[in-house]
């Protein structure tokens, strides 16, 4: 069994060590000018009113995994207003490897640089901010994701995206080099005068990333259902029944090699050229898929279930999908549960502070009342976040 820390709570699960914030430092980030929060790797809890700062909190942890985190906002949205620009997010992890710092930020604003985020791991420059998912995992669920089985098909391929990036490394960037390859693309087709070497020297680049996408949206929603069908009978929230949409998803989960997919949508391509310049973009491609979600025990597609089911369903996604990223990546992620408690009755929050207890992840939770989270006892460290800081109760 891997070690775990001396002072982690002995109901974490056996088998998953625990990743833990221990120390958070924010410096102008959203509302704080200079945070220090001090944790002793149990759970925490941030209470406080409505425009406190809960959220900016988590939005900064969220920056601990590859992206543009929890909010998808731009870098410079995330200065504090007032401030010089330039901002910081340090962390301090405990992790089965030990101690890591971990900071992340805009370090420089020249003129002529693009800004971009930097990612030092104990001081060294990473050299992408994928190298963070060496050391943590971070998932989340926020209000803002309650519209997602009923709002475009875009949002439910991001979250997915998310799912797969926890589990397969390598996914983001795909993701990124696919739809600048088809950018790459369209602007051909666009053309009078095609350079026809070049279109198809971009639509085997396509090809190639888009089937590497698809399998990695395959194989994780395969895991995700297979877990879900094992563990459903005892999890607390209503299970989902996954289905992914789309042609290269169907074409890659038919099976056979990789290679026979990539030349099936490379012809694709080339057969659809006419039809896409009509059409102004490219109609095939995994950038067109979509994750169909089921209220399982209700057999119902999850859009039109309640807003209160849409919730429970989403929560106990997520909750399996850390569950798997732990078992799957030998540590348990970071979760990150935004505003959760409110729409839980008392017995149903109990219920969800044991799942997380059994996962073994460390979870920031927020709420407007510390009260909810009474159930948690000893298992969590209370902080109450008002006006820019955030006092240990
Ligand atoms: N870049 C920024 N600079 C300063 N304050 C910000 C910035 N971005 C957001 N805020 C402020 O942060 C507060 C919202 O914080 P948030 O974490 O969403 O609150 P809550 O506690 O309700 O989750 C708002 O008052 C907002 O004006
Ligand atoms: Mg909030």
């Known amino acids: 069994m891997p070690a775990t820390l001396a002072s982690d709570?002995?109901?974490?699960?056996?088998?998953?060590?625990?990743?833990?914030?221990?120390?958070l430092v924010l410096t102008d980030f959203r509302n704080y000018t200079a945070l220090s929060l001090d944790g002793d790797g149990r759970h925490v809890v941030l209470a406080g009113e409505n425009g406190a700062g809960k959220t900016n909190v988590l939005e900064s942890l969220s920056l601990l995994s590859p992206g543009r985190g929890l909010r998808r906002a731009r870098l410079d949205e995330?200065?504090?207003?007032g401030g010089s620009g330039l901002w910081s997010v340090f962390v301090r992890l405990d992790g089965p490897d030990g101690e890591v710092g971990i900071g992340t930020g805009i370090e420089?604003?020249?003129?002529?640089?693009?800004?971009?985020?930097?990612?030092?791991?104990?001081?060294?420059?990473?050299?992408s901010a994928e190298d963070l998912l060496d050391h943590v995992r971070v998932s989340w669920l926020t209000p803002a994701m309650d519209g997602l089985f009923t709002g475009?098909?875009?949002?439910?391929?991001?979250?997915?995206?998310?799912?797969?990036?926890?589990?397969?490394p390598g996914h983001g960037a795909h993701v990124s080099a696919f739809e600048k390859a088809m950018r790459g693309r369209n602007r051909l087709l666009e053309e009078d005068r095609l350079d026809l070497a070049w279109l198809e020297a971009i639509e085997a680049?396509?090809?190639?990333?888009?089937?590497?996408?698809?399998?990695?949206r395959v194989e994780t929603v395969a895991?995700?259902?297979?877990?879900?069908?094992?563990?459903?009978?005892?999890?607390?929230?209503?299970?989902?029944?996954?289905?992914?949409e789309g042609e290269i998803e169907a074409l890659v989960a038919a099976g056979g090699p990789a290679a026979d997919a990539e030349d099936a949508y490379r012809a694709r391509l080339r057969d659809g050229r006419r039809r896409d310049k009509a059409a102004g973009r490219t109609l095939d491609g995994p950038?067109?898929?979509?994750?169909?979600?089921?209220h399982g025990p209700k057999a119902m597609p999850a859009h039109l279930s309640s807003t209160g089911e849409q919730k429970a369903l989403l929560l106990g996604l997520v909750l399996a999908h850390a569950r798997l990223v732990g078992e799957t990546c030998g540590r348990a992620p970071l979760l990150l549960l935004d505003e959760v408690a409110a729409h839980l009755d008392p017995r149903r929050r109990a219920e969800l502070f044991d799942v997380v207890e059994a996962l073994g992840s460390q979870c920031w939770m927020t709420g407007t009342d510390a009260s909810a989270f009474a159930a948690l006892g000893e298992r969590a460290v209370v902080f109450e976040v008002s006006g820019g800081s955030v006092r240990r109760t």
């Open 205 to 216: 680049q396509m090809a190639e990333l888009g089937v590497a996408v698809s399998l990695a």
């Open 78 to 81: 995330m200065a504090r207003l």
């Open 108 to 127: 420089a604003r020249g003129e002529e640089e693009m800004l971009a985020r930097r990612v030092r791991i104990d001081g060294e420059t990473a050299r």
């Open 223 to 244: 895991c995700l259902e297979r877990l879900i069908a094992a563990t459903r009978t005892d999890a607390p929230f209503p299970h989902a029944d996954l289905a992914l």
């Open 152 to 168: 475009p098909a875009s949002e439910r391929r991001r979250f997915l995206d998310r799912l797969v990036l926890a589990l397969s």
């Open 9 to 23: 709570p002995p109901s974490a699960r056996p088998g998953v060590p625990r990743v833990a914030v221990r120390r």
């Open 287 to 294: 950038h067109r898929a979509d994750l169909i979600v089921h």
